[in-house]
């Protein structure tokens, strides 16, 4: 027997009443795809049992083929395999019918490994060329969410969910209130439980600015494909939750214009072979040639990613002044109002924020355009220039392209990318966003009918 039909084995005997598993890999946008399968097929998932289009990683978010690059349908649309990962292996609590989890990587046609796009292998790739320099990594996400009404305004917006037990609904703002995160316990608590069983280690919880919004903190693991795991199973765990509870999540970066957006911030740390942290030097308030070298990297390259921290049309709006989401590649010590923060150089504990992600950002490709920067950063002995101690001004820093279509020529003419990216991947993602951008403009908005309709 292979390894994971033994695992299989032992996870079906551990759980007895198990219907059905779903297999999935993470596309381009960072969608689950993959495949429900009866429990008893479980086993014969290490051998290949579960297919599915290698296009399927580059769909659209409208959920269209991406053309013009040979990945579908030119080429005849051919499978790749779901090579499941053992080390996720869960159930899914918050489903009713009783069923389990595996997140996987899907292989090119050839099954030669994984596509030359699937955001998990990308990762891997980097850890792997990290790890080849004798460094390890230490991540660990932040992720924001806001929890919504199912039910719509009349207008057809999202609204705050009602308070439990209550005709009051969520409408201030709600930084840190335990009064709140009371008031949602029971919801929380489940989705902290969830966390745990789906084998994510979550941490702090807290209430964020907007109605409704909360973030959920992972705790450091010394791999990033696992932290990256670890991000992804968390938000299906916390939507799942809220669904099973009558209630909407979105990751969505901007939900509401009024109120805050919702970010992913990542927190790096990087350790040698003995596992000492090469960030740590001793001196509080002073980085060491390391930890500046690696800001450096990861302002430089900040711009040729933006397409990855803000990966649709919605998510530029999340970057407004005074908002705590960055708009230049600036750094600073203890200061959340710059893209990169350095809350500790001292000790086991130094490490580098990274606060330009949103929420609807693809948690594989943030962790690989952060050690692609990082790799970068020590590669050229970059520097980062004085730190700052306040909110940087608009011509402070380096500047970032802050509209959709900005990013998506940044990134299709960045050369450092190909240091960090396969050219095909880097290809395909350029198409996939130019595709989408295409679709959103020839949608005509409420807003413009508001607007033009009797007046021009």
Same mark, same amino acid.
């Given at each position: ?47 290949? &049992? =579960?297919?599915? *289009?290698?296009? !399927? %990683? ?9 053309? #013009?690059?040979?990945? $579908? ?41 994984? &596509? =030359?796009?699937? *955001?998990?292998? !990308? %990762? ?9 320099? #004798?460094?390890?990594? $230490? ?24 308070i439990p037990g209550t005709s009051e609904r969520l409408s201030q703002v709600q930084i840190y209130e335990l009064g709140v995160m009371r008031c949602f316990e029971p919801l929380l608590a489940e989705m902290r439980e969830a966390a745990r069983i ?31 795991d670890h991000a992804v199973l968390l938000k299906r765990a916390i939507r799942g939750v809220a669904r099973r509870h009558g209630y909407e999540v979105t990751f969505m970066a901007k939900p509401y214009g009024e109120q805050a957006g919702s970010g ?27 930890l500046r070298h690696v800001t450096g990297g990861l302002l430089e390259t900040m711009g040729d990613g933006m397409l990855i921290w803000a990966p649709h049309l919605n998510s530029y709006r999340r970057y407004v002044p005074s908002s705590y989401a ?131």
């Amino acid at each position: 027997m292979s390894s994971f039909a033994d695992a299989a084995a032992a996870f079906r005997t551990r759980h007895p009443d198990l219907e059905a598993i779903e297999v999935f890999t993470t596309d381009l946008n960072g969608l689950s795809r993959g495949k429900l399968m009866p429990v008893e097929a479980m086993g014969k998932l290490g051998e290949g &049992a =579960a297919k599915l *289009p290698v296009s !399927a %990683l580059a769909m659209t978010i409208q959920g269209t083929d991406v053309e #013009g690059v040979g990945i $579908a349908i030119e080429v005849g649309d051919p499978d790749g395999v779901l090579i499941p990962d053992l080390a996720t292996l869960s159930l899914m609590p918050w489903v009713e019918r009783p069923t389990a989890q595996v997140i996987a990587s899907l292989t090119d046609a050839d099954e030669d490994g994984p &596509a =030359a796009f699937d *955001p998990r292998g !990308a %990762l891997v790739a980097l850890t792997r060329k990290l790890h080849a320099r #004798g460094l390890r990594a $230490a991540m660990a996400f932040e992720v924001e969410f806001y929890l919504i009404d199912p039910d719509r305004t009349p207008q057809g917006r999202p609204q705050p969910p009602l308070i439990p037990g209550t005709s009051e609904r969520l409408s201030q703002v709600q930084i840190y209130e335990l009064g709140v995160m009371r008031c949602f316990e029971p919801l929380l608590a489940e989705m902290r439980e969830a966390a745990r069983i789906t084998g994510v280690p979550a941490e702090t919880m807290i209430a964020e600015f907007g109605a409704g919004q909360f973030e959920m903190n992972l705790v450091h693991v010394s791999d990033p494909v696992t932290a990256a795991d670890h991000a992804v199973l968390l938000k299906r765990a916390i939507r799942g939750v809220a669904r099973r509870h009558g209630y909407e999540v979105t990751f969505m970066a901007k939900p509401y214009g009024e109120q805050a957006g919702s970010g992913t911030h990542v927190h790096l740390s990087l350790m040698d072979e003995s596992g000492t942290n090469i960030f740590a030097s001793g001196a509080p308030g002073d980085p060491n040639p390391a930890l500046r070298h690696v800001t450096g990297g990861l302002l430089e390259t900040m711009g040729d990613g933006m397409l990855i921290w803000a990966p649709h049309l919605n998510s530029y709006r999340r970057y407004v002044p005074s908002s705590y989401a960055p708009r230049s590649a600036a750094w600073g010590m203890d200061n959340r109002g710059v893209a990169l923060r350095c809350p500790a150089t001292s000790g086991k504990a130094a490490r580098v924020e990274h606060r330009v992600a949103g929420a609807d950002a693809n948690p594989y490709l943030v962790a690989a355009m952060i050690l692609g920067g990082a790799l970068y950063g020590l590669d050229t002995a970059s520097e980062p220039g004085a730190p700052h101690s306040a909110e940087p001004g608009p011509d402070d820093g380096l500047p970032l392209p802050l509209t959709w279509l900005a990013a998506i020529e940044n990134w299709e003419q960045s050369e450092r990318l190909s240091a960090i990216f396969p050219a095909h991947m880097q290809q395909v993602f350029a198409r996939l966003k130019r595709q989408e951008y295409d679709a959103f403009l020839e949608r005509v908005s409420v807003a413009e009918i508001e607007t033009y309709l009797r007046r021009v």
